[in-house]
């Protein structure tokens, strides 16, 4: 099992930036990508981006794709999402998840709350 904590949440103005961190802890070696997430409320949990943790190759959502960027940080075990131009439609509880070798994401952060004024 991995152990996953967000951190980086807050309150910003729209058109602003946040990057918000997810350290990893345990069985990390068997990480095969970790991917960002986030749920309005009133809304489903969607998918914000991934990125494979041996080869760095990222996906990100239509919705974001231009003002978000995930990068990872493998000596820290640390995944970030750096979000740019947000908008109050980004508020969100933004949580990180690790997918194992088989790709389904298994592992969950608690969640960090992003919350964008118009």
């Known amino acids: 099992q991995v152990q996953l904590v967000e951190s980086g949440g807050g309150l910003v103005q729209a058109g602003g930036s946040l990057r918000l961190s997810c350290a990893a802890s345990?069985?990390?070696?068997?990480?095969?990508?970790m991917g960002w997430f986030r749920q309005a409320p009133g809304k489903v949990r969607e998918i914000v981006g991934q990125i494979t943790w041996s080869g760095g190759g990222t996906y990100y959502a239509e919705s974001v794709k231009g003002r978000c960027t995930i990068s990872r940080d493998m000596a820290k075990n640390t995944v970030y999402l750096q979000m740019n131009s947000l908008k109050p439609e980004d508020t969100a509880v933004y949580y990180c998840?690790?997918?194992?070798?088989?790709?389904?994401?298994?592992?969950w952060g608690q969640g960090t709350q992003v919350t964008v004024s118009s």
């Open positions: 345990g069985r990390t070696f068997s990480t095969g990508a």
């Open positions: 998840a690790s997918a194992g070798p088989l790709g389904q994401f298994d592992s």
